[in-house]
């Protein structure tokens, strides 16, 4: 059964880079068929898509965040991470990461990390 | 940017049928997804393309597709499918979401 497992810290102080790591367990990640991504949750509210990669590289970002976010795939890990730079209160959430199908469909999530930015 | 729209809330009584919509521009020439989610738990996703439902869900979850508009219906409704339903479509390079809806089984 495949897994998937966020890390990082809990807590960020503002303007500084947030950092989440998602391990992806009971299958790799090299695979063909998929794309991995991170989604966010603020409290209370909605869905909202960050980024995905798929294992050879290729990327795709929310305009919105685009330029504060970077997603990469370690392979020989069977990881993927998220980095969040310049965060701001607005970015405390609950941190999804997901593998998604090849329609960019989320099938399988994480539990959750949530990260507070707070001084 | 693209946008999806969805009721902030439906109500049903138990038993009966409840239709929670999603509508976007041209929605109908996209995948539309919907997902379930409850209190402290991650989404699970309930329809995928429009109208397949994964292994392990309820055959009364099903999802159709008409113009711009995307509906999840469940069919004799039960009080376990009190939750949050999002859809979701990807636009281009984009992948959205509509903003939730709370479905109350009363």
């Known amino acids: 059964q495949l897994q998937l497992q966020e890390s990082g810290p809990g807590l960020v102080k503002p303007s500084e880079t947030l950092s989440l790591t998602c391990t992806v367990s009971?299958?790799?990640?090299?695979?063909?068929?998929?794309?991995w991504g991170w989604i966010r949750q603020p409290p209370g509210k909605g869905l909202e898509w960050i980024a995905s990669?798929?294992?050879?590289?290729?990327?795709y970002y929310n305009p919105s965040l685009k330029s504060r976010v970077t997603i990469s795939v370690d392979t020989s890990k069977n990881q993927f991470s998220l980095k969040l730079s310049s965060v701001t209160a607005a970015d405390t959430a609950v941190y999804y990461c997901?593998?998604?199908?090849?329609?960019?469909?989320?099938?399988?999530w994480g539990q959750g990390t949530l990260v507070t930015v707070s001084s | 940017s693209y946008e999806l729209t969805q009721p902030p809330s439906v109500s049903v009584s138990p038993g009966q049928t409840a239709s929670i919509t999603c509508s976007g521009d041209?929605?109908?020439?996209?995948?539309a997804c919907w997902f379930q989610q409850k209190p402290g738990q991650s989404p699970v996703l309930v329809i995928y393309?429009?109208?397949k439902r994964p292994s392990g869900i309820p055959e009364r979850f099903s999802g159709s597709t008409s113009g711009n508009t995307a509906t999840l219906t469940i069919s004799g409704t039960q009080a376990m499918d009190e939750a949050d339903y999002y859809c979701?479509?990807?636009?281009?390079?984009?992948?959205?979401f509509g903003g939730g809806t709370k479905l109350t089984v009363l």
């Open positions: 997901v593998r998604l199908m090849s329609t960019m469909t989320p099938d399988y």
């Open positions: 009971g299958g790799t990640i090299s695979t063909t068929s998929y794309y």
């Open positions: 990669i798929y294992y050879g590289g290729n990327t």
């Open positions: 041209k929605l109908g020439d996209k995948y």
């Open positions: 393309q429009d109208f």
């Open positions: 979701q479509a990807w636009d281009s390079t984009t992948a959205v």
